[in-house]
């Protein structure tokens, strides 16, 4: 099962929430614990499929905004490759004190070659969502971790609602 990962490369204690038995909730996102101090992330892409999904997010109404910098950027955007994992996206933030100062995520090409441009979104996505502060969630939605129940199942390449109203909450 491919799933997508984040993971916090600097030593930050991460506060992981339960998630509730029963009925997706309303409201369902969670915040992974770090937010950028400026609302323009500076980014730059050094490969892969990624400013789809980037100008997906600038165009939901959040007020973070996804600003291309080849000088300053604080996020980087590539492709790995590598079958001898399971995930098909990845995300690390360096955070301290809840603060997000770096943040890179790559696509696996060993799995999203084979995708399909929608599932690959859903993957760049999900990912760009761990880049702004939210963890994984449960149900139909951006912020579920495997790709066969968001993409596959669930048909979601896109910010909804929920994330959304994350990203409003935490900014
Ligand atoms: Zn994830």
Request: aromatic letters at 10%; proline letters at 3%; one cysteine or more.
């Amino acid at each position: 099962m491919r799933r997508a990962l984040w993971a916090i490369l600097s030593t930050v204690a991460l506060a992981v929430g339960l998630l509730a038995v029963g009925s997706p909730p309303a409201s369902a996102w969670t915040s992974n614990g770090c937010t950028w101090e400026s609302t323009t992330i500076r980014y730059n892409i050094s490969s892969g499929s990624w400013a789809t999904a980037v100008a997906q997010w600038n165009a939901a109404a959040v007020p973070t905004y996804f600003d291309y910098s080849t000088s300053s950027a604080r996020v980087g955007l590539g492709t790995a490759n590598n079958s001898s994992v399971s995930w098909d996206g990845l995300t690390g933030l360096t955070c301290s004190g809840g603060t997000t100062t770096y943040a890179t995520a790559v696509i696996n090409g060993a799995y999203t070659d084979s995708y399909s441009n929608y599932k690959l979104r859903s993957v760049t996505a999900h990912e760009l969502g761990h880049v702004l502060g939210l963890d994984e969630t449960s149900g139909c939605r951006l912020m579920h971790p495997t790709t066969e129940v968001r993409y596959s199942s669930c048909g979601i390449s896109s910010p909804g609602s929920d994330e959304v109203n994350g990203i409003n909450a935490l900014y």
